[in-house]
């Protein structure tokens, strides 16, 4: 048996229409490796789209090409990211599901009594596989699903099990990454084959005694500057199973890290301290005098402090131009590390904007107290998240406007309830 773990593909998040077709290239390049390779399934882990309502350029390809993998009988098991949903709930992974291209995993009911989430197994009708999940939800929202979740119920379910998710698990953050907010692994089911993570852009592979082997895989592609300049590319996990025990553990499981390489990558980093504006273009240039750099996604990060002058005084368009004529395909810069003398530096915080976000509202909470300050928080980030939308295309501005209103009654309705 063999099949393919994949999350975090965010199409449509990168600004410039040359990395979004990057980026698409890179989720189509992955599902051809995964057919070439004639894996039984695939999971995806979340954050298909970078929001719930993506472009249709990017919908039409995307659903061509899960339409071949349903025509070559390959199913495609997927659970919501925390960028599928739209703030009425409902997410592209439920359409997808709809048309017949996708299984959503993510499927369960509350007990009325117990009050407990009892998650639902979709069993893989050629392997046998019992696979299950819970969805993704911005701000570790997802987290109250996990405290109800009934896990007697999965534990003691025979025979090989997956088990799909798509938060911050504490044991598997990278050191860079430490001070987000995180849950146990202790949240999620024992007794488990194999946990398919998304949501950590970092690749990361650990095995925990009663549970079983835990996966990020990575994103497809790399979502930013940062990404792009750590990573230089996407990945996916590829898992073969030998065959089964008598206590239905897997036998000579590997799992192995694929690369997905769409474009080559050429970092150039220099420290500009003691150097003028003039110096540092000449040294960026300097630095790509003798490489072939032709159809490489070049990243330039300049770090230190100017000798004389400001960041605006070095030439970008003529060393952008130089670049693009020695056959780059694109190139980006970052000069946030870079300050002049002249000037005291503007300290910005690095953190995702979700994250700066979170550390204002909370900076603000509890002034008036209709709400514990759990409550409060949650509310808005639902309000802002629900005011956070963009027009349809071919929407009209009325539809616009009156679905924003619906979508804001609908967040304001449940504030209300949690107040009572």
């Not at 990278?174 to 999620?188: D, G, N, Y």
């Not at 925990?208 to 996990?237: H, M, S």
């Not at 952008?320 to 300050?339: E, P």
């Not at 300050?373 to 539809?399: A, F």
Request: hydrophobic share 35%; charged share 30%; net charge negative.
């Amino acid at each position: 048996m063999k099949y393919a773990h994949l999350a975090d593909a965010h199409l449509g998040s990168w600004r410039d229409l040359k990395m979004r077709e990057v980026a698409t290239q890179s989720f189509l390049k992955t599902i051809d490796d995964c057919i070439e390779k004639k894996v039984d399934f695939i999971l995806f882990t979340g954050d298909l789209f970078n929001t719930s309502l993506p472009a249709l350029d990017i919908l039409k390809v995307i659903t061509k090409k899960l339409k071949e993998l349903n025509q070559k009988d390959i199913p495609f098991y997927a659970i919501a990211g925390s960028h599928d949903f739209s703030p009425s709930g409902k997410t592209m992974i439920d359409v997808l599901e709809n048309a017949g291209l996708l299984i959503n995993v993510c499927k369960g009911s509350v007990d009325e009594e117990t009050k407990k989430l009892n998650l639902k197994f979709t069993i893989d009708e050629r392997t046998g596989i019992k696979i299950t999940g819970m969805l993704g939800k911005k701000g570790m929202l997802d987290r109250v699903y996990y405290e109800s979740l009934n896990l007697e119920h999965l534990e003691k379910e025979e025979g090989y099990k997956i088990f799909l998710f798509h938060t911050t698990l504490t044991e598997l953050k990278p050191k860079h990454l430490a001070q987000i907010e995180s849950q146990p692994s202790s949240f999620l089911p024992r007794n488990f084959n194999y946990y398919a993570g998304g949501h950590i852009h970092h690749p990361t592979k650990v095995e925990q005694e009663n549970f079983g082997i835990f996966t990020y895989p990575g994103a497809l592609f790399p979502n930013n500057f940062a990404e792009l300049e750590k990573y230089g590319r996407g990945n996916y996990y590829l898992v073969e199973v030998g065959g089964f025990n008598e206590n239905n553990h897997s036998l000579n499981q590997t799992v192995e890290l694929i690369p997905i390489k769409v474009k080559e990558h050429y970092p150039i980093n220099i420290d500009c301290s003691h150097k003028t504006p003039e110096v540092i273009a000449f040294d960026i240039l300097d630095e790509v005098n003798d490489k072939d750099i032709a159809d490489f996604l070049v990243t330039i990060r300049l770090t230190g402090t100017l000798d004389k002058g400001r960041t605006s005084d070095i030439d970008f368009k003529q060393v952008f131009n130089q670049l693009y004529k020695k056959g780059a395909y694109f190139v980006m810069k970052n000069t946030s590390q870079l300050q002049s003398e002249e000037f005291e530096e503007i300290k910005l915080n690095t953190s995702s904007p979700e994250e700066i976000e979170e550390e204002i509202i909370k900076e603000h909470l509890q002034q008036i107290k209709l709400f514990d300050q759990e409550k409060e928080l949650s509310l808005t980030k639902n309000i802002l998240h629900s005011l956070n939308t963009e027009k349809k295309e071919g929407e009209t501005i009325s539809d616009f406007q009156r679905r924003i209103k619906e979508e804001m009654d609908h967040v304001l309705e449940l504030g209300e309830e949690m107040r009572d």
